[in-house]
């Protein structure tokens, strides 16, 4: 494990800088911090973020860093304080990288304050440390599955929003959990991986993703995927859009659900499919030529000899089939 105030050797290129803005004079309280660490990887960890508010970028490497993973962590006060107070809170706020055996974990909340479980439940009792998604132990096996409706806020959360950036290595699994924090995923490859998406109120998008599995669930955001090349795919909100584009997997199987939110497929760039679509009280739309059977709320059939299989089921949200979703519905960023 390594403290993110003094790094271990093993970061053979870590950096840490502060960048610290402050507004007029009367005021006289820092606005934002930036903290940055490279980390060298070998093997295959998972990757696990976990943030609250801000926002979660995650890019493919830059050339000539194959095996480097890159964080930049940019913490600022979503309001105003008196300027010891927000010294204070911003303090206590870091970066969190730590390096275990099989998995590489970042989260801002509640981590300055040594490590250890006793340590981890005292903090997030006083509110230092909003992790509701952690496991039992951090030793532990990827967060389990729990109904993304029970997750709840803690009672007091720092007024710190951190805007998070990865650049994550070729072939790395990946976790990324938020509350607010919207996610975007662009250009990343992993053949053999798997991604895990959750947030409760933040929009997911995915743009030129190569992975063996995703899985993306959201409550109230919407799910935005485009150009996504995964041989299985679950996506999952409750009353939110999902919003699918580009091309697939000739072989994969996508699966789509909501409660109430809308599912729009743009399949023009897929030469042959087969899809499944119900909807128990909403309208299935389409806009293509498929044969099969279609009715008001039902759609079963296809084109082409083969490609991906899409099954969508939703209770009353709408279902439509269309060639091209408008490009701004699909690569639009929440801040």
């Known amino acids: 494990m390594m403290e993110t105030r003094r790094p271990s050797p093993a970061l053979t290129r870590a950096t840490l800088a502060f960048v610290v803005s402050f507004a007029a004079p009367a ?32 890019h493919g490497t830059d050339p000539g860093e194959d095996r480097v993973l890159r964080v930049v962590g940019v913490k600022r006060l979503s309001r105003e304080l008196p300027p010891e107070e927000s010294a204070r ?31 981890r439940n005292r903090d997030e009792g006083r509110g230092r440390g909003p992790d509701p998604f952690r496991p039992d132990t951090a030793e532990g096996p990827p967060l389990r599955d729990r109904p993304i409706t029970e997750i709840r806020a803690p009672r007091q959360v720092p007024p710190v929003e951190v805007d998070l950036e990865l650049w994550l290595p070729e072939g790395l699994s990946l976790e990324v959990h938020t509350f607010s924090a919207p996610v975007t995923l662009t250009d990343l490859r992993a053949p053999e991986g798997s991604f895990r998406l959750r947030s409760i109120s933040g929009t997911l998008t995915l743009t030129g993703v190569e992975v063996h599995e995703v899985r993306a669930e959201t409550v109230s955001a919407q799910l935005r995927i485009r150009d996504l090349r995964a041989q299985r795919g679950l996506f999952k909100t409750l009353t939110a859009a999902i919003h699918l584009d580009g091309a697939l997997h000739a072989k994969g199987w996508y699966e789509f659900q909501t409660h109430s939110g809308p599912v729009v497929l743009g399949l023009g760039a897929t030469a042959g499919f087969a899809i499944d679509a119900a909807s128990f009280t909403g309208e299935v739309l389409n806009e293509l030529e498929i044969e099969g059977e279609t009715g008001r709320n039902r759609l079963a059939g296809g084109r082409g000899p083969s490609g991906p299989r899409l099954v969508v089921n939703t209770f009353s949200g709408a279902i439509s089939l269309t060639e091209k979703i408008a490009s701004n519905q699909l690569v639009a960023k929440d801040r």
């Open 89 to 119: 809170i911003l303090d206590r706020i870091s970066l969190g990288l730590r390096h275990r055996a099989h998995h590489i974990e970042i989260s801002p909340y509640g981590l300055r304050s040594g490590g250890g479980r006793r340590a």
């Open 27 to 58: 005021a006289a309280q820092p606005l934002a911090e930036r903290e940055e660490h490279t980390l060298e990887v070998s093997g295959t960890p998972l990757v696990r973020v976990m943030n609250f508010a801000g926002h979660v970028e995650v």
